[in-house]
């Protein structure tokens, strides 16, 4: 398949490591955000979001983390596996508007064995 | 459940043409929103709509323009194509007036401009 991203930051971490990508977001009246995932050839896929009002949020092996007074948002995955591989995206939206996401650069995670 | 699905998944066009992509949204879904996607980027937001109007734009010219249909799928037409139009079309969905929640992607269509 074709690569997203050709020239993005990139994470590489070993097998079973925690990950951790972190986004600077631009709007301080964001009050959505969520992390997607993007695989070579595919479109974006949820992982999790969070609401303004949430500094923490967990999932089945991630957690996001908001720090609304530095705009700042990371996503932790535990125990990384190869199928983590990708480039992750966070995305910002102001809830109230018209659902349009504003996204950051995006994060290639490399995993190696 | 069938997820956002797209067609074609790729096309190839020259300079000049014009294109239409097609998107059919989320079962349960009604808002559609349409973005670009140039290698080694984010999307970018071109434009959404629901109830067969398009509700908000992003920064894109008129030759970028949309439609909805009753049955909520989406198409998207570009006119008079350039070589910067290349990129992954994604297009997304969501259902209006229910809460916070996430929209989905579909898997893009890859346009090409020779």
Sequence with gaps: ?113 | DAGVTQSPTHLIKTRGQQVTLRCSPKSGHDTVSWYQQALGQGPQFIFQYYEEEERQRGNFPDRFSGHQFPNYSSELNVNALLLGDSALYLCASSSYGTGVQPQHFGDGTRLSIL
């Design chain 1, 1 to 113: 398949g074709e690569s997203v991203g050709l020239h993005l930051p990139t994470l590489s971490v070993q097998e079973g490591d925690n990950s951790i990508i972190n986004c600077a977001y631009s709007n301080s009246a964001s009050d959505y955000f969520i992390w997607y995932k993007q695989e070579s050839g595919k479109g974006p896929q949820f992982i999790i979001d969070i609401r303004s009002n949430m500094d923490k949020r967990q999932g089945q092996r991630v957690t996001v983390l908001l720090n609304k007074t530095v705009k700042h948002l990371s996503l932790q995955i535990a125990a990384t596996q190869p199928g983590d591989s990708a480039v992750y995206f966070c995305a910002e939206n102001i809830w109230g508007g018209t659902d349009k996401l504003i996204f950051g650069t995006g994060t290639r995670l490399q995993v190696f064995p």
